[in-house]
């Protein structure tokens, strides 16, 4: 078994790792990130959520409120775990904290992201329908970019099986009827030769080998559309969006959006290499595998173990950040009972220590109310280290971040981007300081 | 004001056959449910037509009747069924001769189904057909059932029904019942979305199951039944090949089986006096399953549960008697008889595998009733699909699909699946394959919405097994529904309300399975349509 030592080990490598990873790094400690490839990220939409209206009237999108600040001190009342508590006491504090994180993991000159964190949009999905959310990766579809917008053109890759261009039209020309906009849709094919039935990525992969012809073909499409606003599914390659995008937008003469997309996605393929790109440029160093184990003594501990694909390592280090995420992400797991997967932490839900528990019991039988399973996680004490049942800091140089922390419904709140960035640097911070 | 001969309401079973045999003889029908076919019971049992093995010691007839049906169903319907090998595991020696004996007497009844004579099985032989099996099994002996696909039976019933002249109407609630100055039964009181109606008829056949209770009270007519809530759990893939008969830990029998990609664990027998509309499983239903599972599989705790099911049986009412202890036997009850109610006739009781007997015999008494007396053909002529066999290899090379999905196709459908087929020729895009779990053609699905009155996804989730298996739809809901959409060209608000029950339903299900990967499945669902498709906040759940 291989053995390696580092100050700080990050266990996660989504956004509440890399933040923490980061933010250890800027205190001058040495950091290695232990995680999955992109780790969870290939679950993101392309939006990073920060506080949706938690009073939101269904069907009614004209009066959701739009301001960050006074949702976040919203969600402040009615949910009283929720890890926004740990970074501050007012929705003011909360959405400072939020954009430093914003700005140590998106520097901002390549301009990944857009959006401002204090206001939400209303930004478009593969289905047709629409969320609210503050940020997105740059040139998604918000309703914003329909202003003044009367002819779109719809771009529908052949070899794409979760897309009907027939299904989007119909919700999006209601939707944006039932928000005042009055547009015409038309569809354009691109044929991708030899790929058919294929999931995003696939098609993603398919338009990068073939990026050129892509670009001709689409080029030809728009043209022949003059359409003001270009629309692309959720399959727009990794590596050359950028200048797919920008070449279009050029020569075509026309605006060009992409949509949200349903995970696992080629958005959150896209955020996934970004967070890597970004632990690299700032020297971290990244070990691709699983912690298995770990070792500890006392209430001290002392190094994980790795599984990685061809050996196991051992990471000794000084502090450790726990940012493995919830049940998708695999950093909590439920059979009879509640698991923490890497110290076999207690599990919460709200303030109660779960144990077994039949998880029926932690859901409301109305589908569209919000179900408590899916807030549980570790309860942690002020300096984001994780609590046993009876109150007591379990280990002392261990914090936690994200979505392993219990007391968010990122699904309900849409606070998944906003709480993992905050309370990843809170961490980063903490163990970078206490060594 | 419609008139019919008869209004037949309820589309489980019962209410699907009646109609076909009544409509076979040249009557007037109108077959009204409020939800969907077999919608209750009927789709919410364990999918056999079997003798009841256990009713060879209390309920002879019973036994006897569903053997004989049994031989009769299969030849109407052959495609549709399967045959379930069971294997009964046997833990002391001194316990074999009893079943050995017990299984003689049943092979009489057997051959009437086609059913193959039971076999004594070695410890070792045991263990090579079921190698998860627990060591403490020693013997086994075995015998025949077959397993149907009960929703596709409703429907083909109803199908047959309307081939004949009969009306469906599928949706549409009977809120009342029309009577004369004298209080006899002269039709019913309608609801569906485009408002009230009144349909008048000569009879009414109330084939309500569960609901009879509250059907009855409506029409002045009282039916007692003991309605008995029967609980399973659906496994993802197939856990074993044979079917394993349990001994429960309250000596009661269970099975587990294998069932389409699928495993069945079932089931419980208790007394239920809650509404059926609104009825699910508890966690110590799905305990005590699994505690006898348990005992002869040891590591059913690692299978993965995909979601629970739940029917009420509609069985005779008796005081005093173990809910396990009760006739599975039906009873047609003549209201003009028992209370002077003319114009209306109930059916309860009875079985999966009898129906089309029980059918028979209420068909009898109202033709006797209206002066018909044309026979019942219902045994002697196929039912939709069943008139030829198709070969599922030839009609996989003639159209260029995956012979896996043909071979499904063929079991749903039987010959039909050539005019499912034939509409890839206009659209080679109905060839993909919707739903990866079982699976589904997108040419299916059109055809259901076309032919056989699928208006909702839940509709098209019991026609073909969309949706069903692993990940219990959350990659195929919104390709469905995009497909739905388009062919009855719903409003976007209509298609997104459809996608929203069907979630609804599968939340009933998974719900109470919520662990390992199905909670993850299910945090990915509602992260799809919740979180990014937003149909939470979009629509209003009803």
Same mark, same amino acid.
């Given at each position: 078994?291989?053995?390696?030592?580092?100050?700080?080990?990050?266990?996660?490598?989504?956004?509440?790792?890399?933040?923490?990873?980061?933010?250890?790094?800027?205190?001058?400690?040495?950091?290695?990130?232990?995680?999955?490839?992109?780790?969870?990220?290939?679950?993101?939409?392309?939006?990073?959520?920060?506080?949706?209206?938690?009073?939101?009237?269904?069907?009614?999108?004209?009066?959701?409120?739009?301001?960050?600040?006074?949702?976040?001190?919203?969600?402040?009342?009615?949910?009283?775990?929720?890890?926004?508590?740990?970074?501050?006491?007012?929705?003011?504090?909360?959405?400072?904290?939020?954009?430093?994180?914003?700005?140590?993991?998106?520097?901002?000159?390549?301009?990944?992201?857009?959006?401002?964190?204090?206001?939400?949009?209303?930004?478009?999905?593969?289905?047709?329908?629409?969320?609210?959310?503050?940020?997105?990766?740059?040139?998604?579809?918000?309703?914003?970019?329909?202003?003044?917008?009367?002819?779109?053109?719809?771009?529908?890759?052949?070899?794409?099986?979760?897309?009907?261009?027939?299904?989007?039209?119909?919700?999006?020309?209601?939707?944006?009827?039932?928000?005042?906009?009055?547009?015409?849709?038309?569809?354009?094919?691109?044929?991708?030769?030899?790929?058919?039935?294929?999931?995003?990525?696939?098609?993603?992969?398919?338009?990068?080998?073939?990026?050129?012809?892509?670009?001709?073909?689409?080029?030809?499409?728009?043209?022949?559309?003059?359409?003001?606003?270009?629309?692309?599914?959720?399959?727009?390659?990794?590596?050359?969006?950028?200048?797919?995008?920008?070449?279009?937008?050029?020569?075509?003469?026309?605006?060009?959006?992409?949509?949200?997309?349903?995970?696992?996605?080629?958005?959150?393929?896209?955020?996934?290499?970004?967070?890597?790109?970004?632990?690299?440029?700032?020297?971290?160093?990244?070990?691709?595998?699983?912690?298995?184990?770990?070792?500890?003594?006392?209430?001290?501990?002392?190094?994980?173990?790795?599984?990685?694909?061809?050996?196991?390592?051992?990471?000794?280090?000084?502090?450790?950040?726990?940012?493995?995420?919830?049940?998708?992400?695999?950093?909590?797991?439920?059979?009879?009972?509640?698991?923490?997967?890497?110290?076999?932490?207690?599990?919460?839900?709200?303030?109660?220590?779960?144990?077994?528990?039949?998880?029926?019991?932690?859901?409301?039988?109305?589908?569209?109310?919000?179900?408590?399973?899916?807030?549980?996680?570790?309860?942690?004490?002020?300096?984001?280290?994780?609590?046993?049942?009876?109150?007591?800091?379990?280990?002392?140089?261990?914090?936690?971040?994200?979505?392993?922390?219990?007391?968010?419904?990122?699904?309900?709140?849409?606070?998944?981007?906003?709480?993992?960035?905050?309370?990843?640097?809170?961490?980063?911070?903490?163990?970078?300081?206490?060594? | 004001?419609?008139?019919?001969?008869?209004?037949?309401?309820?589309? &489980?079973?019962?209410?699907?056959?009646?109609?076909?045999?009544?409509?076979? *003889?040249?009557?007037?029908?109108?077959?009204?449910?409020?939800?969907?076919?077999?919608?209750?019971?009927?789709?919410? $049992?364990?999918?056999?037509?079997?003798?009841? @093995?256990?009713?060879?010691?209390?309920?002879?007839?019973?036994?006897?009747?569903?053997?004989?049906? #049994? &031989?009769?169903?299969?030849?109407?319907?052959?495609?549709?069924?399967?045959? +379930?090998?069971?294997?009964?595991?046997?833990?002391?020696?001194?316990?074999?001769?009893?079943?050995?004996?017990?299984?003689?007497?049943?092979?009489?009844?057997?051959?009437?189904?086609?059913?193959?004579?039971?076999?004594?099985? #070695?410890?070792?032989?045991?263990?090579?057909?079921?190698?998860?099996?627990?060591?403490?099994?020693?013997?086994?002996?075995?015998?025949?059932?077959?397993?149907?696909?009960?929703?596709?039976?409703?429907?083909?019933?109803? =199908?047959?029904?309307?081939?004949?002249?009969?009306?469906?109407? +599928?949706?549409?609630?009977?809120?009342?019942?029309?009577?004369?100055?004298?209080?006899?039964?002269?039709?019913?009181?309608?609801?569906?979305?485009?408002?009230?109606?009144? +349909?008048?008829?000569?009879?009414?056949?109330?084939?309500?199951?569960?609901?009879?209770?509250?059907?009855?009270?409506? =029409? &002045?007519?009282?039916?007692?039944?003991?309605?008995?809530?029967?609980?399973?759990?659906?496994?993802?893939?197939?856990?074993?090949?044979?079917? @394993?008969?349990?001994?429960?830990?309250?000596? *009661? $029998?269970?099975?587990?089986?294998?069932?389409?990609?699928?495993?069945?664990?079932?089931?419980?027998?208790?007394?239920?006096?809650?509404?059926?509309?609104?009825?699910?499983?508890?966690?110590?239903?799905?305990?005590?399953?699994?505690?006898?599972?348990?005992?002869?599989?040891?590591?059913?705790?690692?299978?993965?549960?995909?979601?629970?099911?739940?029917?009420?049986?509609?069985?005779?009412?008796?005081?005093?008697?173990?809910?396990?202890?009760?006739? /599975?036997?039906?009873?047609?009850?003549?209201?003009?008889?028992?209370?002077?109610?003319?114009?209306?006739?109930?059916?309860? !009781?009875?079985?999966?595998?009898?129906?089309?007997?029980?059918?028979?015999?209420?068909?009898?008494?109202?033709? /006797?009733?209206?002066?018909?007396?044309?026979?019942?053909?219902?045994?002697?002529?196929?039912?939709?699909?069943?008139?030829?066999?198709?070969?599922?290899?030839?009609?996989?090379?003639?159209?260029?699909?995956?012979?896996?999905?043909?071979?499904?196709?063929?079991?749903?459908?039987?010959?039909?699946?050539?005019?499912?087929?034939?509409?890839?020729?206009?659209?080679?895009?109905?060839?993909?394959?919707?739903?990866?779990?079982?699976?589904?053609?997108?040419?299916? +699905?059109?055809?259901?919405?076309?032919?056989?009155?699928?208006?909702?996804? $839940?509709?098209?989730?019991?026609?073909?097994?969309?949706?069903?298996?692993?990940?219990?739809?959350?990659?195929?809901?919104?390709?469905?529904?995009?497909?739905?959409?388009?062919?009855?060209?719903?409003?976007?608000?209509?298609?997104?309300?459809?996608?929203? #029950?069907?979630?609804? /339903? *599968?939340?009933? !299900?998974?719900?109470?399975?919520?662990?390992?990967?199905?909670?993850?499945?299910?945090?990915? $669902?509602?992260?799809?349509?919740?979180?990014?498709?937003?149909?939470?906040? @979009? @629509?209003?759940?009803?």
């Amino acid at each position: 078994m291989k053995k390696i030592e580092t100050e700080i080990v990050v266990i996660g490598a989504g956004l509440a790792g890399t933040a923490a990873a980061l933010a250890a790094v800027k205190s001058g400690r040495r950091v290695m990130v232990l995680g999955r490839e992109s780790g969870a990220s290939a679950m993101n939409s392309g939006a990073l959520d920060i506080a949706a209206d938690p009073g939101a009237i269904p069907a009614h999108p004209e009066k959701w409120s739009v301001d960050v600040r006074k949702n976040i001190e919203e969600l402040l009342v009615r949910s009283p775990m929720h890890p926004y508590h740990l970074i501050g006491d007012s929705g003011e504090k909360i959405l400072e904290e939020i954009k430093k994180a914003l700005a140590l993991v998106f520097p901002g000159e390549d301009h990944f992201l857009s959006g401002e964190p204090g206001r939400n949009r209303l930004v478009f999905n593969q289905l047709g329908t629409f969320k609210q959310t503050a940020l997105t990766q740059a040139r998604m579809l918000s309703f914003e970019d329909l202003s003044r917008i009367r002819k779109i053109l719809l771009v529908d890759f052949s070899g794409f099986r979760d897309f009907d261009p027939d299904f989007f039209r119909r919700n999006f020309l209601h939707w944006t009827d039932c928000l005042g906009a009055r547009v015409e849709l038309a569809i354009a094919q691109i044929s991708t030769n030899g790929l058919s039935d294929k999931s995003s990525l696939e098609n993603a992969r398919w338009i990068e080998e073939n990026f050129e012809e892509t670009l001709e073909k689409l080029k030809s499409a728009v043209k022949s559309s003059a359409a003001e606003l270009v629309i692309l599914p959720p399959v727009i390659p990794v590596i050359h969006r950028e200048e797919l995008m920008t070449k279009l937008e050029q020569e075509a003469g026309s605006k060009v959006r992409e949509l949200l997309s349903f995970p696992p996605s080629v958005p959150g393929k896209r955020l996934g290499d970004y967070l890597q790109e970004r632990l690299k440029q700032d020297g971290i160093e990244r070990l691709m595998g699983k912690a298995a184990g770990f070792e500890a003594n006392g209430q001290k501990i002392k190094s994980v173990l790795a599984r990685c694909e061809s050996e196991e390592v051992q990471i000794s280090a000084a502090g450790f950040v726990l940012a493995t995420g919830g049940f998708l992400a695999g950093g909590i797991s439920k059979s009879e009972s509640f698991k923490e997967e890497v110290f076999g932490l207690e599990v919460f839900c709200g303030s109660e220590p779960m144990g077994t528990i039949f998880t029926e019991k932690l859901t409301s039988a109305r589908l569209t109310n919000p179900h408590p399973v899916f807030s549980v996680g570790l309860k942690v004490s002020p300096e984001m280290k994780p609590l046993d049942r009876d109150g007591r800091i379990t280990y002392e140089n261990l914090c936690a971040a994200g979505s392993v922390l219990s007391g968010a419904n990122y699904i309900f709140d849409g606070s998944a981007a906003g709480a993992s960035l905050a309370s990843g640097c809170k961490a980063g911070n903490i163990a970078a300081k206490s060594l | 004001m419609p008139e019919y001969d008869v209004v037949v309401v309820g589309a &489980g079973v019962n209410g699907t056959g009646i109609a076909r045999d009544l409509a076979m *003889r040249g009557l007037k029908v109108c077959l009204v449910e409020k939800s969907d076919f077999a919608s209750g019971a009927s789709g919410a $049992n364990s999918g056999m037509i079997h003798g009841g @093995l256990r009713y060879l010691i209390y309920d002879i007839d019973t036994a006897k009747h569903s053997c004989l049906d #049994s &031989g009769y169903i299969q030849k109407i319907v052959p495609f549709l069924l399967f045959r +379930l090998p069971f294997i009964m595991p046997i833990t002391s020696r001194a316990r074999l001769p009893f079943y050995e004996t017990y299984l003689e007497v049943y092979d009489k009844y057997a051959v009437l189904k086609n059913g193959m004579p039971h076999t004594t099985l #070695s410890q070792k032989e045991i263990k090579e057909l079921v190698p998860n099996i627990s060591d403490k099994v020693k013997y086994a002996v075995t015998f025949d059932e077959f397993g149907i696909d009960p929703q596709r039976l409703c429907f083909l019933n109803g =199908a047959s029904a309307a081939a004949y002249g009969a009306e469906v109407r +599928l949706h549409t609630e009977v809120v009342d019942f029309l009577k004369d100055s004298g209080g006899n039964i002269i039709g019913v009181r309608v609801r569906d979305k485009s408002g009230r109606q009144d +349909l008048r008829s000569r009879i009414v056949m109330q084939a309500t199951g569960p609901w009879i209770m509250k059907t009855s009270s409506k =029409a &002045g007519v009282e039916v007692k039944i003991r309605p008995a809530k029967g609980t399973h759990i659906t496994f993802d893939r197939r856990l074993l090949n044979f079917s @394993l008969t349990l001994d429960m830990i309250d000596g *009661r $029998n269970g099975f587990i089986m294998p069932h389409e990609n699928s495993t069945i664990l079932g089931t419980t027998d208790d007394d239920y006096y809650g509404d059926p509309d609104d009825v699910n499983a508890t966690e110590d239903e799905i305990e005590y399953l699994i505690q006898g599972a348990e005992h002869y599989l040891p590591d059913i705790r690692k299978a993965r549960m995909i979601r629970t099911w739940v029917g009420i049986r509609p069985t005779l009412f008796a005081y005093g008697k173990d809910e396990d202890k009760l006739s /599975r036997d039906h009873k047609v009850f003549d209201h003009e008889k028992i209370e002077g109610v003319k114009g209306i006739v109930s059916i309860a !009781g009875g079985k999966l595998a009898s129906y089309r007997l029980m059918s028979e015999e209420a068909a009898d008494l109202i033709c /006797r009733k209206l002066g018909v007396d044309a026979k019942c053909q219902t045994h002697l002529i196929a039912l939709p699909g069943g008139e030829r066999q198709v070969s599922e290899k030839e009609l996989a090379a003639k159209y260029g699909v995956a012979q896996y999905a043909a071979h499904r196709l063929v079991f749903r459908h039987g010959a039909r699946s050539e005019q499912i087929l034939e509409l890839t020729r206009e659209r080679p895009e109905l060839k993909e394959t919707v739903c990866l779990c079982d699976p589904v053609l997108a040419c299916e +699905l059109v055809y259901a919405i076309r032919n056989e009155y699928a208006e909702t996804l $839940n509709d098209l989730r019991n026609r073909t097994r969309f949706g069903t298996g692993m990940c219990q739809g959350t990659r195929c809901a919104a390709k469905a529904a995009a497909i739905m959409a388009k062919e009855l060209d719903l409003s976007a608000k209509e298609a997104g309300e459809s996608l929203l #029950s069907f979630m609804e /339903r *599968r939340w009933k !299900g998974n719900r109470t399975v919520l662990q390992g990967r199905t909670l993850e499945e299910e945090e990915l $669902n509602q992260a799809s349509y919740f979180l990014v498709g937003n149909l939470n906040r @979009l @629509l209003v759940s009803r």
